[in-house]
C-alpha cells in the first residue's frame, strides 16, 4: 500500500511558474513508476508527466512539453512537477499517482496506476 499526497498548488497569473511536490509514503519508493495527471471542471482527466521508478526514463503530454517538468528525489519519496509558462487552459485539479513494481517504465493511462492522491488546485489567471 502506497499513499501520495500532492502539494504546492495555488493561483497564478499566466506565464508564471508553479512547483508541485507528491510525497510518497513506502521503503520501495524506486520500484514505484509516478504520473501526474489533471482534470478541469467538465472535463476528463487527462495525463500530463510520468517518470520511471528508476527516474530514468520520463513521458510527456504534448500539452506538458517544453514548460513541465517532471522529477524525482528517491531520498526524499517525493516526485516534482516544475510547471513554467503556465496558462488558464492549464487551471486544473492535479493529482499524482503510483504504480507498482514499475521500476523502470513510464505510463500515460490512469488505468496503469495503482495509487492515487487527492489532488491539488492549480488556477491560472489570465
Known amino acids: 500500500q502506497v499513499h501520495v499526497v500532492e502539494s504546492g498548488g495555488g493561483l497564478v497569473q499566466a506565464g508564471g511558474s508553479l512547483r508541485l511536490s507528491c510525497a510518497a509514503s513506502?521503503?520501495?519508493?524506486?520500484?514505484?513508476?509516478m504520473g501526474w495527471f489533471r482534470q478541469a471542471p467538465g472535463k476528463e482527466r487527462e495525463f500530463v508527466a510520468g517518470i520511471s521508478g528508476n527516474g530514468i526514463s520520463t513521458y510527456y503530454a504534448d500539452s506538458a512539453k517544453g514548460r513541465f517538468t517532471i522529477s524525482r528525489d528517491s531520498a526524499k519519496n517525493t516526485v516534482y512537477l516544475q510547471m513554467s509558462s503556465l496558462k488558464p487552459e492549464d487551471t486544473a485539479v492535479y493529482h499524482c499517482?503510483?504504480?507498482?513494481?514499475?521500476?523502470?517504465?513510464?505510463?500515460?493511462?490512469?488505468?496503469?496506476?495503482?495509487?492515487w492522491g487527492q489532488g491539488t488546485q492549480v488556477t491560472v489567471s489570465s
Open positions: 499517482a503510483a504504480r507498482g513494481g514499475a521500476a523502470a517504465g513510464v505510463y500515460y493511462t490512469g488505468s496503469a496506476y495503482d495509487y
Open positions: 513506502g521503503r520501495t519508493f524506486s520500484r514505484y513508476a
